[in-house]
């Protein structure tokens, strides 16, 4: 039997605010344990929420982004659980009154465009975070670090619109590049502020109705994601083949073994007796803000995205890859703007500035070659004072050293020669030597050209114009 895929997907998000959603505590990554805390985000018994407002406005600029719909009325609800990392046995949340609803991204996947949907955008808090002993020596004991508990996070839930790992790696992009342009989240997947739970189930091909999902918990990376789904995508049709049934149940990822493995049955919304929060009033988000946030957007990835391809000229390919990244996109704009030419500078940040920013790690924000280093190497090739491939191991100096290519080029004494008598006078001294060569061009070895540059080029030690000297080599030869 062939067999479909259908999943959602259910983000966590980490706002970028400087203090938690309830208290005034840091919301800092990495402080010390239990370092930023107070009685109210470890829930001491008698204490009061008081709500961030730069949350909710974050929330409701990421809401406006992604096309959804704001709720003028949403309602804080109370998520029972026990677990150590959560002192107060409930986590504050919203259920049945979100922030948002409805909303969808635009995304490519295999040159074809496709509209995923959005099913709601809520707020919450974050749990607190378990260290096993293990890690710290002592295997007999586990820590609770609450610096991370009231953290805000928003909370984004697809509908099952994706039929692919592809899709659901698109999906991902395509939010953690808007969230990133927003500037609401850092969106670092390794810290844990991006978070994704895939919802996945099969059914044969041509069948409407789902088939039972499994959920696969907090993956931290899109790689996995898309592991955990080709897994699951081949362990449920199995199991479907061999006559028996997907039991709905949360499962983990294992990313040693490469496969994932099921960690208890699925909880159903019953069993976190939800109700709404009494602590907080119910949340009222006036047309006007709403309005405010829309006004206030910036350019997001689909129109920048556009506007490369009409005032750029370059192709669609290169300004998806461009936009994706904000700090690239601005980068590429600055090179341009430096007087670089568009395709040009648009092939040198594809390859050789997002090489330098993967190698480096992204997290720096920003190569160490600046947009004006790159367009006046870039003008250099084109003004031929330097060749294309002399100016790779410029920017490898540059890279290395953060000169300036001028600089590099004249202490390398890498400048090209243009000047036509001095290739001449080469090229006759190189004819000369090599009568037999010659005489065997002209009888019709026309792939002798490529000896006759070489020999030009070891005598001026690579720095001849190739153009140059092709074009006085053909003249010469043909005569
Ligand atoms: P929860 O997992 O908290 O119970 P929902 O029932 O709202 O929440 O579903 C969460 C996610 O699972 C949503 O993205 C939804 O689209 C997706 N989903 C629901 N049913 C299925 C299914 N049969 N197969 C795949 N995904 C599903
Ligand atoms: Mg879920
Ligand atoms: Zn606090």
């Not at 250099?380 to 410029?394: L, P, Q």
């Given at each position: ?160 619109d994706m039929r692919s790992s592809a ?52 993956m931290n990376s899109f790689r996995n ?255």
């Amino acid at each position: 039997m062939k067999y479909e895929p259908v999943i959602g997907l259910e983000v966590h998000v980490q706002l970028n605010t400087a203090s938690k959603i309830f208290c005034g505590c840091s919301t800092r990554f990495g402080d010390e344990p239990n370092a930023n805390t107070c009685p109210i985000c470890v829930g001491m018994p008698g204490v009061l929420p008081v709500l961030n407002r730069e949350v909710v406005e974050k929330a409701v600029r990421a809401a406006v982004a992604t096309n959804c719909e704001v709720a003028p009325y949403s309602r804080w609800a109370r998520k029972n659980y026990f677990y150590p990392d959560l002192p107060k046995g409930y986590q504050i949340s919203m259920y049945e009154l979100p922030l948002a609803v409805g909303g969808r991204l635009e995304v490519v996947v295999d040159g074809k465009p496709k509209t995923l949907r959005i099913h709601r955008i809520h707020m919450e808090e974050d749990a607190g975070k378990l260290v096993h002993g293990e890690n710290l020596g002592d295997p007999a004991h586990s820590y609770v670090d609450l610096n991370r508990a009231g953290v805000p996070l928003i909370e984004i839930v697809s509908e099952a619109d994706m039929r692919s790992s592809a899709e659901a790696k698109a999906y991902m992009e395509k939010l953690k590049s808007i969230l990133e342009y927003l500037e609401v989240s850092d969106c670092n997947m390794e810290e844990g502020s991006m978070r994704v739970d895939v919802n996945i189930s099969v059914r044969p091909a041509g069948q409407e109705k789902f088939g039972t999902r499994a959920e696969v918990k907090n993956m931290n990376s899109f790689r996995n994601m898309q592991k955990a789904i080709e897994y699951e995508m081949a362990r449920q049709s199995e199991l479907l083949d061999e006559g028996g049934r997907v039991v709905q149940e949360s499962r983990l990822w294992d990313a040693n073994r490469n496969v994932t493995v099921s960690m208890r049955s699925k909880e159903e919304a019953h069993d976190y007796r939800y109700f709404p929060e009494p602590d907080l009033v119910p949340l009222l988000v006036g047309a006007e803000w709403v309005e405010r946030a829309k006004k206030s957007l910036p350019e997001l990835p689909d129109a920048k995205r556009q506007r490369f391809v009409s005032s750029y000229s370059i192709p669609l390919y290169d300004a998806e890859v461009l936009t994706a990244d904000k700090p690239v996109a601005d980068y590429f704009e600055r090179t341009v703007q430096a007087g670089a030419d568009p395709k040009t500078a648009s092939n040198w940040i594809m390859t050789e500035i997002l090489r330098v920013l993967k190698e480096r790690g992204s997290e720096l924000g920003r190569p160490p070659i600046s947009p004006e280093m790159l367009a006046e190497l870039l003008k250099m090739i084109r003004d031929g004072v330097i060749s294309g491939k002399m100016a790779k191991d410029v920017f490898a100096e540059m890279e290395a050293t953060g000169k300036n290519p001028a600089d590099v080029v004249r202490e390398k004494g890498l400048v090209q020669i243009s000047d036509e008598s001095a290739i001449e006078k080469s090229i006759d001294e190189i004819l000369a030597a090599n009568p037999e060569q010659v005489a065997g061009y002209k009888g019709g070895k026309t792939k002798l050209m490529g000896f006759f540059v070489g020999e030009v080029m070891k005598a001026t030690k690579g720095k001849a114009n190739p153009a140059v000297v092709n074009k006085i080599l053909s003249k010469k030869l043909s005569s």
